[in-house]
């Protein structure tokens, strides 16, 4: 049978990768697949540096348009990234009768209901199991691993570079400026790194994976976002001290307790149990936590990111999409799990409305009386605390860290209790509050 002819948009960093790997398991993979795949056709803007990479045998063009009017192309594999030629490329290869493949978590995560709406008008097959984690299959095993399951909740360290900058700064209590820098030197951190570390690229995935497993349309601009840089050591040691671990979280979560039901979606630093699996992934790694009504809870772990484990994703998208090329349309897996018919409007809860546990770090005068106010004006707010730590003050000093952990409590009536003891004169400086998931 005639090998599946592929076109890559883009050589970087995962398409020399993809490459790479096609090219050597390509026996394995035709086992798999049952018929080859080749990539046939590349577009990149050096084409010089693309030709070094695939050799003769493989057409370089600086044009992506071109790969995608090549009739003889079967699937086209978008790793350009961004939302602005690569969106418009996706759309005129899915209008082209083109199955498309794409890491691109940015563009699906903004653009994924108008490019799923294309492909399912098209009747072609839009894959992006490396979109989400890199090399860890998330994205099938939501779709189909797990179709079993009413999904209840997930919680993922989905980006490896804060979770590297985290680690850092708790194996050597350096403060967040030095970790970032060495994780630039390292090439773990991009010259500019705010996607990352404001926490962008994790609500993009978190994004995707809570669309896939709610069955709801994408929704990015709802999310609530915070990311790492106010995150200070002191945090870090105090969350020890007291059994826990701060991760960068994407958490998405089934709320059936508000009138019409609602999700949460939201990505911010998080206290997890030192005792849980993911709050011991370290470095550059990811991790996802599945809780299904069915399975109960399912982690998942592996590299993030990286030239082979991102390809084996893409890799992986080939073979199904190959697999899948003759099959009638209507009985593929759908993008989002669900079928496009029966998608819910079912809304993305405001943070003011999450549910969750708090940390407060309160710097305070040392002095009587300031404890007893303080849990005054939580009980006020039906807030119970869970654990109190207070730093003992040195010889000399007037004031002093005063750390609380809370029970469960809705966010907005926290911030209603926060503005209020702000508000004391005996409340040094500005409360550092980190919500707490026990992820059980």
Not at 72 to 87: P, T
Not at 212 to 237: C, K, M, N, S, Y
Not at 270 to 299: F, H, S
């Amino acid at each position: 049978m005639k090998p599946i002819q592929v076109g890559l948009l883009g050589i970087g960093t995962v398409g020399s990768g993809t490459f790479k790997v096609l090219q050597r398991n390509q026996q394995e993979i035709r086992r798999r697949a049952g018929r080859g795949i080749e990539i046939a056709m590349v577009a990149d803007l050096d084409v010089e540096r693309a030709k070094s990479i695939v050799g003769d045998g493989v057409q370089v063009v600086a044009d992506g348009r071109q790969v995608i009017a090549n009739p003889a192309i079967d699937i086209v594999v978008e790793l350009i990234g961004g939302y602005g030629i690569a969106k418009t490329l996706v759309l005129e290869a899915i209008a082209a009768g083109k199955h498309v493949v794409t890491a691109n978590k940015a563009l699906l995560a903004v653009h994924g209901t108008e490019i799923f709406a294309a492909a399912r008008a098209q009747g072609v097959v839009v894959a992006f199991e490396a979109a989400v984690a890199g090399g860890i299959p998330i994205i099938k095993a939501l779709r189909e691993g797990l179709t079993a399951n009413r999904i209840e909740w997930i919680a993922g360290i989905i980006n490896g570079t804060t979770n590297f900058i985290l680690s850092e700064m708790r194996d050597k209590g350096l403060d967040f400026g030095t970790v970032l820098k060495e994780a630039q030197r390292l090439g773990y951190a991009e010259a500019d790194p705010t996607f990352d570390i404001e926490g962008v690229d994790a609500a993009h995935k978190a994004t995707i994976m809570s669309a896939i497993a709610f069955g709801t349309p994408v929704r990015f601009d709802q999310a609530h976002v915070e990311g790492i840089t106010q995150l200070a050591a002191a945090d870090i040691r105090y969350a020890e001290q007291l059994g826990y671990r701060i991760k960068l979280l994407g958490i998405t979560k089934r709320r059936d307790d508000v009138a019409g039901g609602g999700i949460e979606l939201r990505v911010h630093p998080t206290l997890v149990p030192a005792k849980r699996l993911i709050a011991n992934v370290e470095g550059a790694m990811n991790a996802v936590v599945v809780q299904g009504d069915a399975v109960g809870t399912t982690l998942y772990y592996g590299k993030g990111a990286g030239s082979e484990p991102t390809a084996s994703a893409v890799v992986a998208d080939l073979v199904d999409i190959t697999r899948l090329a003759t099959a009638d349309p209507d009985h593929r897996v759908p993008h989002l799990a669900f079928q496009h018919d029966a998608l819910a409007d079912t809304p993305i809860l405001p943070i003011a409305q999450v549910v969750t546990a708090f940390y407060l770090r309160l710097q305070v005068a040392d002095q009587t009386g300031v404890l007893s106010r303080i849990t005054t004006i939580l009980a006020e707010h039906d807030i119970s605390i869970d654990a109190v730590l207070q730093r003992e003050s040195a010889d000399g000093e007037t004031k002093t860290d005063l750390i609380i952990l809370t029970h469960d409590t809705v966010e907005g009536r926290m911030r209603e209790a926060l503005g209020q003891m702000q508000a004391l004169p005996t409340v040094l400086a500005p409360i550092v509050a980190l919500r707490k998931e026990e992820l059980s």
